[in-house]
């Protein structure tokens, strides 16, 4: 019975994984007639409308994925109040990282609650087919995430990133935008729990430069963050899990922090009394989101 289960299971994995390319394909074939339009504009008022369909391109999507949930997956969700969120401000997201799966959970979640998200992509992933271009056409920051031995034998690896940060985030401060950053910078495992010595028990050690960074750049637009925390209560499983429906539960907890005043400017690579003040900032934040997590028990599966 069980290898039967199993073997269904894996084919509504397989059918969610074709369902998802083929109208990723689809909803990419406007998206890309629009990227087109926008490479070759150069009128404020022709790139704005321009953008606004590309929103409304990307939502449509989203809403299809959601859709597939719906139909497909059967989740007990546990949300939050969101009546308080508004379409017309900028906002800051900082969420803990377990698999791709966070990424489709945001996205519902928020879906026209608040501005459309971008997200930090890792350079690494733009070789991802018919992705990588979405990416570029909505203005995702691009990151290369440099290892700290790499940053030691060439320190302007760090300066690198955090000016592509700023450059990024310079493109946001006309219209509303979510920017959504996964502090850990990386999707959490028990190997790289162990490897880093993380003084949490469910989460990476955060990192706070690049974030620093896009709040100096934002300081005008956003003095609020959303703290995010996605909880799986059946244990940490991975987005091919949630493909063939084996994530039966998901919980959000959603709590709307001030940034404080204080760390809206500063100079956090030449300013170690600005730096140690935010890391501490974001290390309490992350304190906080590992007492949220242990209420919780979890199988390390990932």
Sequence with gaps: MKALKRIGSTLKGCFNALFLAVHTIFWCIPMYLLFCLKVLSFHPVMLKFINRCLIATANSWIQTNNLMMDISMNVKWDLPDFSHLKLNQWYFIVCNHQSWTDILVLQRIFLRKIPFIRFFIKKELMWLPVLNLAWWAYDFPIMHRHTQEQIAKNPELRVKDLQATQKACSRYKDSPVTILNFLEGT??????????????????????????????????????????????????????????????????????????????????????????????????????????????????QI
């Design 187 to 300: 999707r959490f495992t028990s190997a790289k729990h162990a490897k880093q010595r993380s003084p949490y028990k469910n989460l990476l050690v955060p990192k706070s430069g690049g974030f620093a960074f896009a709040v100096n750049v934002m300081n005008k637009q956003i003095h609020h963050i959303l703290d995010v925390t996605i909880i799986y209560p059946e244990g940490r499983k991975s987005y091919w899990d949630f493909l063939c429906g084996r994530v039966r539960e998901i919980t959000v907890k959603l709590q709307e922090h001030e940034i404080p005043t204080e760390l809206l400017e500063g100079n956090y690579t030449e300013d170690e009394v600005y730096r140690n003040k935010f890391k501490n900032w974001i290390n309490d934040l992350w304190q906080k989101k590992d007492q949220e997590l242990m209420k919780f028990t979890f199988s390390t």
